[in-house]
């Protein structure tokens, strides 16, 4: 059996007891390692975390928690080749790919070392103003911001083993939250190694980072009220978590990031041989390759006026042509496997299911696998299918509700700015959405047309052709999550992140209180 990885829970790594969970290499489809939960006095755990290790976090103060961080991302930055070896073997991806979630994380990681250093020598953050309660100034109400004294429990998806750990861990660590990270199983081997890169560092207190690798069993029932649960992953398991008991009858604070039908919409004005029409094409086909599809931002549904979707859809599909797929270590691969077969399986029945309201516009099965073997690998080519006019983009409903979670998407034409709106809407609210076009005004309302079901409007120009970020990557500044179907979660968005990590609480006080509870900052 393949070794087996080490949880670390009541400040000591722990072993299970069971037989464990194989995990793969999804183009090999060898055995990497073992990893099992089993046996683990998880109250106990729990209770150490959140006694010992939050203790320990509140003592200390935002700058002095910032700087953990900093010395965490030099940690990880000094055993960043191990992480892409892994990466390579148990998620199949590319270089580029790996880099979104290696590097993505320790930059994540290393924002908020940033940002913790501008709160200062402070354990609480202040909220706003004091406000008067009368006429009389002298009692005022201030409000303030405290950790939470429980653990914050992240479990993870599959797809971003690094940055889903540290974009979630660098706000609760800052804000002196203890942290217990439940990896998805699939791929849990990278977050369990950097976890243990960073608990052998001895740079935090010990039960401020712990990693419970396996089965989910019995994680919700160690939540106690004032512990916060962060989970990302499919919305069928977010509506296990949001009607668990702990959260039903304890008030437990839960933040959900799910899955999202996110969409792309190139402008009326944007002819095929402007320059926004191009960097439209560019970014779906982008979007649809990056990690093999398998990001909750990836551009599902892209619409475009019905005059242009045939020349979309060319130029699109010569983009994917290009694509080559298979074994991530051969040089002149651009995208790698999916993470497994269970993966596989979802996408080709997904693919399947909207096919049946579609046409095909490029075939993924058409692209050959380099140095990989066809029923091994776990490796699909990039599929473009369309609705081929505006009747056909409200009739296909399916493309609306349904994300496949890999190289997928779907042109949608539409007669006028109303009709696009509306079928963008249709996707019931979406993490993002991005806007091609050269008229700034025509840009702006958008973007507002379609802020409030959005949790980020990503505007592409050609002023910022060379500068923009991305549609489908999530920048520790901005807001990441989204209405409705999208979970309803916040993540992200600067020092707004901490805000999941703290109680507000208002203080109504004499002007001499408030004063005392506030000295000058250091
Ligand atoms: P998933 O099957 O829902 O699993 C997510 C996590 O929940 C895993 O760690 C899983 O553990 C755990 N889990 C499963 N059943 C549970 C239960 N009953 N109680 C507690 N935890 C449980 O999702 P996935 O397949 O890993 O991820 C793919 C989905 O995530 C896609 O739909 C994608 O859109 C979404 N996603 C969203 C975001 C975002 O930020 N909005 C980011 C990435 C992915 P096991 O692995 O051990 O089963």
Redesign the pocket.
Known sequence: MTQKLPNFLGGQWQTGTGIGTPLFDPVLGTELVHVDATGLDLAAGFAFAREQGGAALRALTYRQRAGMLATAVKVLQANRDAYYDIATANSGTVKNDTAVDVDGGIFTLGTYAKLGESLGDRHFMLDGEAARLGKDPLFQSQHVLTPTRGVALF??????PSW?LWEKAAPALLSGVPVII?????TAWLTQRMVKDVVDAGIFPVGALSVIC???AG??DSVETFDVVS????????A??RSHPAVVQKSVRVNI????VNSALLLPDAAPDSEAFDLFVKEIAREMTVKAGQ???AIRRALMPEAHYSAAAQAISARLAKTTVGNPRHESVRMGALVNRA?LINVQEGLAYLKEQTEVLHDGSTHALTDAVVGTACCVGPTLLGTRDAPGSDSADRVHDT?V?GPVATLLPYRDMAHALALIRRGQGS?VTSLYGSDPASLAAAALELADSHGRVHVISPDVAALHTGHGNVMPQSL???PGR??G?E?LGGLRALNLYHRRSAVQASTAVLAALNPAPV
């Open positions: 479990i993870n998806a599959f797809n971003f889903g439940k990896p998805a199983t699939a396996g089965s989910s994680l919700m989970f990302t992953g499919s919305a069928e398991t977010a296990v978590i990031e799910a899955d999202s990001k909750c931002t993966q994300e979670f993490l990441h999550g989204g999208a979970g979660g993540e």
